[in-house]
């Protein structure tokens, strides 16, 4: 059966219909247990006509990638599954771009956001992903899939001298984090993954200090936020720090080290919520 023939005639006809803007279903990495794949599909609120497309473009190995999240959503429901692999020759493949947008839920797969970043930035398949959004899909991801969420993406990189590389982040401080432009699907926080698994706190305290105005979010492996307009709720088996900046902190100039007093930190468990600006 040709699935995205099926896929062109799943008729969710969107069109006519008002702007309801949907959910993020942000995952931190990590193994996926069947309680969390169960609450991404009650985010979602999928019905037997509806379907999921995953992008699997972070990973090098996409099909591999596409497989195993598959896997853990045959296990929880019965919907059809789609693999839209976009590459640079497919950006403008409508019958996917359609197939996309038309989406009740999306998946980001996890990888390098990188590598998603530089197929679709910017292009239609950009726009499909709001779009499905804007009609009220929920959009989740994993770990890279996580971090493109944010307007402001945290690449993975670390500055060192006048190169960049992938890091340890020993110290904090400004301009050691490479920062790039996400989807922008979450716009007013930035989200960092993995983050107590790998002890990101030196990075994500260098982004806070740069970015100030922004709460900063640490999603720990098996975690995940979900985003519901401007309300966001904790899922899963471990925790998501929050950091934040009181209005007009003082800090060190650029170029000294880093001081900052008076920062907020929450840590949070499932069930635990907090409002955005």
């Not at 996409?62 to 640079?88: H, R």
């Amino acid at each position: 059966m040709n699935l995205l023939m099926a896929l062109s005639f799943a008729g969710i006809g969107q069109s006519g219909k008002s702007l309801r803007q949907g959910k993020l279903f942000i995952i931190g990495g990590g193994e996926r247990s069947g309680q969390l794949m169960k609450t991404l599909l009650a985010t979602a609120q999928l019905k037997k006509e509806d379907y999921i497309v995953i992008l699997p473009m972070s990973s090098e190995e996409p099909d591999t990638s596409f497989y195993y999240i598959q896997q853990d959503f045959t296990s929880v429901c019965a919907n059809t599954v789609a693999n839209l692999n976009f590459t640079k020759q497919q950006l403008n493949d409508k019958s996917w771009l359609d197939s996309l947008r038309k989406a009740k839920l999306v998946f980001i797969t996890g990888g390098d956001q990188n590598r998603f970043m530089n197929v679709v930035l910017h292009t239609p398949v950009q726009e499909a992903i709001v779009a499905a959004f804007n009609n009220g899909a929920t959009i989740a991801g994993t770990s890279a899939g996580a971090a493109i969420m944010s307007k402001q993406m945290i690449t993975g990189n670390e500055f060192s001298g006048d190169t960049v590389r992938s890091g340890t982040f020993k110290k904090i401080g400004y301009h050691l984090v490479e920062v790039k432009e996400g989807l922008g699907l979450l716009n007013t926080a930035i989200v960092d993954q993995h983050f107590i698994a790998r002890s990101r706190y030196n990075r994500l305290l260098s982004v806070l200090a740069e970015y100030p105005a922004y709460p900063c979010i640490g999603i720990d492996e098996a975690t995940a936020i979900i985003v519901s307009g401007k309300k966001i709720t904790v899922a899963g088996e471990s925790q998501v720090i929050k950091l934040t900046l009181p209005p007009n902190t003082k800090k060190t100039k650029s170029g000294g080290p880093l001081k900052m007093r008076n920062i907020n930190m929450d840590i949070l468990t499932a069930g635990d919520s907090f409002m955005l600006k």
